[in-house]
């Protein structure tokens, strides 16, 4: 069966619900003691209506629709359809493996595509708290987002913010930025921002309060760089 902490995480995470589909097969041999040992193992379930907690503290995705497969080592989970907030689960890849293993490992790929404000609440979430780091908060935000969010981690019941890797990349249309500094609005249309750990990167053409500018604005989360605010207007 699963690894103790992949069930857990299988079971505790994905709830509600409804399985129109599992199937298990498995091969082996009978031995002449009548014991069996088996070789191989695996199987599918076909799922809709379910709820998904992809990280705790994290908004959760809502009537996701998806199948499952597995084996003795693996747990992979595609997601076609769900919400987050009010942004649309347009696809997800979810693998665990290494389930023969003392330690599982996690890595998810979610495509969503909806409100920027949603995507910067779930980056404002424990235990990322990235807008936080820059002094800025959701509602400061409006516009739409495509975008593609990474995120793995070892399945462990005490997980550590450095041993979650994150990294983000999308195209925002119709942003708002409030407050961006100080007193100054800022809005523009397909800018693109990318985001991990260490650092966020947003380029675009940008309207600062009455001026038109080419942005290109990176904000450093750790101590490495001196300067954690870079600028450069054109």
Do not use: C
Request: net charge neutral.
């Amino acid at each position: 069966g699963l690894a103790v902490n992949a069930r857990d995480w299988v079971t505790q995470n994905i709830n509600h619900g409804v399985v129109d589909l599992a199937t298990l097969e498995m091969n082996g041999a009978l031995k002449p003691d009548k014991s069996f040992t088996i070789h191989n193992m695996g199987g599918k379930l076909a799922f809709r209506d379910t709820e998904v907690t992809y990280m705790p503290h994290m908004p959760v995705a809502t009537k996701v629709k998806g199948v499952a497969t597995y084996d003795a080592a693996n747990f992979n989970i595609i997601l076609t359809t769900g919400d987050v907030l009010q942004s649309k689960l347009t696809a997800a890849d979810i693998r665990i493996s290494a389930l023969d293993q003392h330690t599982q490992q996690i890595d998810m790929l979610l495509d969503t595509n909806g409100p920027l404000q949603n995507v910067i609440k779930i980056i404002e979430s424990q235990p990322l708290e990235y807008p936080q780091k820059m002094g800025h908060k959701s509602e400061q935000f409006s516009g739409n987002i495509k975008t593609k969010l990474y995120l793995g981690f070892p399945l462990l019941h005490a997980l550590k913010l450095d041993e979650v890797r994150m990294k983000a990349a999308g195209t925002i249309t119709d942003a708002t930025i409030k407050n961006v500094v100080r007193d100054v609005t800022a809005t523009g249309d397909r800018m693109v921002v990318k985001v991990d750990p260490d650092s966020l990167l947003l380029a675009g053409r940008v309207k600062l309060n009455d001026a038109i500018n080419d942005v290109i604005w990176r904000e450093f989360f750790n101590n490495k760089n001196p300067n954690a605010t870079q600028v450069d207007l054109k």
